[in-house]
């Protein structure tokens, strides 16, 4: 366990910005900045940073966060893990209590086989460097290739000894399990039940998650003559699965997003050997068909793609599939064909960082045109191969997202193929219309299946019901203690899944309002709303609370009670952190005076002058140092939610406070803009008004559809009681109205 005052340190230091540049290419937007979401298929820029709130957000699938919760989902770590790669990343050391035995057999089997695969890498380095048999092998190996030391320091290239159990040993010797052995695929059984080292004999080369956690292992065999595959792959598993990985993708991601461009090569020693060459923008498919996954990784990074082809490569034109993939995911993609004979290691091993970026400048081209004239080369004069072609260029085209793109491929192709334009885009026009009516209908399918099984799915819920109130009295206006009960409140269920959880509490009427005064408590609980008579502040949080209790209401959603109560819980721990910033920002004004006032002393300047500017810098000073004490009151519970480690809360709370649009400062320039900070005297009381409205308007068609029963039944005396009182619910709705129109509190 991490102790609070730990926690506090860790999320002080993080800067979210950084934390989530380092797995998305960010561009400031206004206040915000935004790029492209990792969480699903995002074309456009959808996910938000807000740096002065410090969560994240995609308005697109809803993921985000803050910068605990983004290293969560993204990394897949439990909250008190990403806690201590924040911990690491910023240099803070955080003390922990020895884990005990069943602690430790509680740790995530995905954690288990990071470490695993961490020592087998270490193991594979320091048997490389540190051995007679590496070096003699494997360092040779990589010597002879040209890769320096540097390189395979950067990348962690590493040996695997020739006996077949060196790894396994060696793990079980430091206490490692052979599950996780096997379940990474470092080691199998073999059906004496021994355990073999997989990669034994082969130089190892690690695959980096974005990250740079080690997911996988590519290894090469050295040994000529032997039947069996130059190189062999980690096997999928938890935390591998190759569609989803590019080698040299944690390595090359900040040059890819300072370059604003990305070089995809085919192997492993490509990009070792651009990357000694200076050209560090470059990652490889390690063999394998481009896939979304992979396409998407890039995306993230950079919109701008170099594909490099070997000069005599055969599998050209059975990689042109996945470039169409590209093509559909918007990127901009140019094709360089190396001279005959040259593949990206032997071409960029000749060549300096400078000649190489020369090179491709000078013989890039986009995609669609280096499509049209290999495919022409082949179909020669042939009509039916030229068809062919046509065919499967407009296919290619048609796969553009973006409108313009494709008008200016269409114009370029109608120009190479010789064919009318208006042919290709009446051609592309139909294929897009059918991608367009498949996707609708797969989307359809899936949307009757999901609603199928929402409609089959067991509810629960209960009814409850209040006593009706005596009509013959007069109740106190405006109060709804003694008011009947809406009819239906839905069931209070523990929430865990937070698009379950919406879609369950919009069943509710009162929802919406309920959500508005929790906003309220996250954004402003402990901000001053307004002066009591005794000259005291009362808070945001405690005027709603009181104003809820007077007439005995309680929030139907259960997640909405839970965050009242860790609100007043968190009151205390709050007062403690004021308190103590006080007395460290009173420590900085002194200094900060001191300083200021030994400043204005060695100008030149009559006395009475030194004195005013002495006076206006201790005020000046006095009033930021209130001013951020403020602040940190302020924003407490904001913070405090959207760093919650109940994923549920600190959703709900990122929801709340993330705004998808911003002023622009044009409305700020010529004009003070009321901001809703400016006026919570206001609307607080509002909305908490517009609550019990709604809870009457619940309560009065509860009462007249008992007067519709009991019309039916025929029994007049209880329809007289129901009138009754159903009249005095719309006095007290009709003077609650009045309430909501006018404004409730006076500001001093």
Not at 455 to 475: I, L, M, Q, R, V
Not at 551 to 556: F, G, K, N, P, T
Request: contains cysteine; proline residues 4%.
């Amino acid at each position: 366990m991490i102790d609070q005052a730990t926690i506090d340190k860790i999320m002080a230091a993080t800067d979210i910005v950084d934390v989530v540049s380092d797995f998305v290419s960010l561009r400031r937007r206004g206040a915000n900045y935004w790029g492209l979401c990792p969480f699903h298929d995002d074309r456009s820029p959808s996910f938000s940073v807000s740096p002065s709130k410090g969560v994240c957000k995609c308005f697109s699938c809803g993921k985000g966060g803050s910068a605990i919760h983004f290293i969560m989902e993204h990394e897949q770590l439990s909250y008190y893990e990403a806690l201590k790669y924040l911990a690491k990343k910023y240099n803070i050391e955080v003390h922990e209590k020895e884990l005990t035995d069943e602690e430790r057999q509680k740790r995530s089997e995905r954690e288990n086989m990071f470490v695993i695969n961490t020592f087998a890498q270490e193991f594979f380095s320091k048997s490389l460097l540190e051995t007679d048999e590496g070096r003699s092998v494997g360092l040779a190996y990589f010597k002879e290739r040209g890769f320096n030391e540097d390189i395979i320091r950067k990348f962690g290239l590493g040996y695997s000894p020739e006996k077949r159990d060196a790894l396994a040993v060696e793990a079980q010797k430091r206490g490692y399990k052979i599950d996780y052995l096997l379940k990474t695929g470092l080691c199998r059984e073999g059906q004496n039940g021994r355990i073999y080292d997989l990669f034994s004999g082969r130089v190892m080369f690690p695959v980096y998650s974005v990250s740079g956690k080690v997911v996988a292992f590519g290894g090469r065999i050295l040994k000529s003559g032997v039947k069996i595959s130059k190189y062999f792959n980690s096997p999928e598993s938890d935390i591998y699965h190759k569609s989803d990985e590019l080698y040299g993708i944690y390595q090359a991601k900040r040059a890819i997003e300072k370059e604003r461009r990305c070089y995809l090569v085919e192997g492993y020693t490509d990009v070792l050997s651009m990357h000694q060459s200076g050209i560090e923008n470059v990652v490889a498919s390690s063999g394998t068909a481009l896939t979304h996954g992979q396409i998407r990784l890039i995306h993230r990074f950079t919109d701008n793609i170099t594909v490099l082809y070997d000069g005599d490569a055969p599998g050209i034109k059975a990689s042109l599939r996945g470039i169409d993939l590209l093509l559909q995911e918007g990127l901009n993609i140019k094709v360089v064909l190396l001279p005959d004979g040259e593949d990206p290691d032997s071409f960029s091993k000749s060549q300096s960082a400078e000649s190489f970026t020369r090179y491709i400048k000078g013989h890039e081209t986009d995609f669609i045109r280096f499509k049209t004239q290999l495919l022409l080369e082949d179909a020669g004069e042939d009509p039916i191969k030229r068809a062919d072609i046509i065919s499967n260029i407009v296919e290619s085209i048609s796969l553009i997202p973006d409108a313009i793109v494709r008008s200016v491929y269409v114009q370029e192709c109608s120009r190479l193929l010789q064919i009318d334009e208006q042919v290709l885009l009446s051609e592309l026009n139909k294929r897009r219309q059918k991608r367009a009516e498949q996707q609708f209908s797969r989307e359809r399918y899936n949307q009757e299946r999901q609603s199928a099984a929402t409609t089959n799915a067991p509810k629960s819920g209960n009814t409850t019901t209040a006593a009706p109130a005596n009509g013959n009295e007069t109740p106190p206006p405006p109060s709804l203690a003694d008011m009947p009960a809406p009819a239906e409140t839905p069931e209070a269920v523990p929430v865990t899944n937070h698009t379950l959880s919406q879609r369950m509490v919009q069943q509710s009427p009162l929802e919406k309002y309920e959500r508005e005064i929790i906003r309220y408590i996250v954004r402003y609980g402990y901000r001053n709303l307004f002066e009591l008579p005794d000259g005291s502040w009362q808070k945001v949080w405690e005027y709603i609370v009181e104003e809820l209790s007077i007439d005995s209401i309680e929030l139907c959603n259960p997640l909405y009670k839970h965050i009242v109560e860790l609100t007043a819980e968190q009151r205390e721990y709050e007062a403690q952190q004021v308190a103590a910033l006080r007395t460290e920002l009173q420590v900085k004004e002194q200094k900060l005076v001191d300083e200021a006032i030994e400043q204005i002393r060695l100008e030149s300047g009559d006395i009475a002058d030194k004195q005013r500017k002495e006076a206006e810098a201790q005020t000046r000073i006095a009033r930021e140092m209130e001013e951020e004490l403020q602040t940190f009151e302020t924003n407490f519970l904001e913070r405090y939610f959207t760093t919650h480690p109940d994923s549920s809360i600190s959703m709900l709370a990122v929801d709340l406070v993330s705004e998808k649009y911003q002023l622009s400062k044009v409305h700020t320039k010529f004009q003070k803009v009321e901001l809703e900070a400016d006026r919570l005297w206001e609307l607080i009381p509002r909305a908490i008004y517009e609550l019990k409205n709604a809870i009457l308007e619940q309560s009065i068609k509860q009462i007249q559809e008992q007067i519709k029963e009991a019309s039916r039944n025929k029994d007049e005396q209880r329809i007289i009681e129901l009138i009754e009182q159903n009249v005095e619910l719309n006095r007290v709705r009709t003077a609650l109205a009045k309430q909501i129109g006018d404004r409730i509190v006076s500001p001093r």
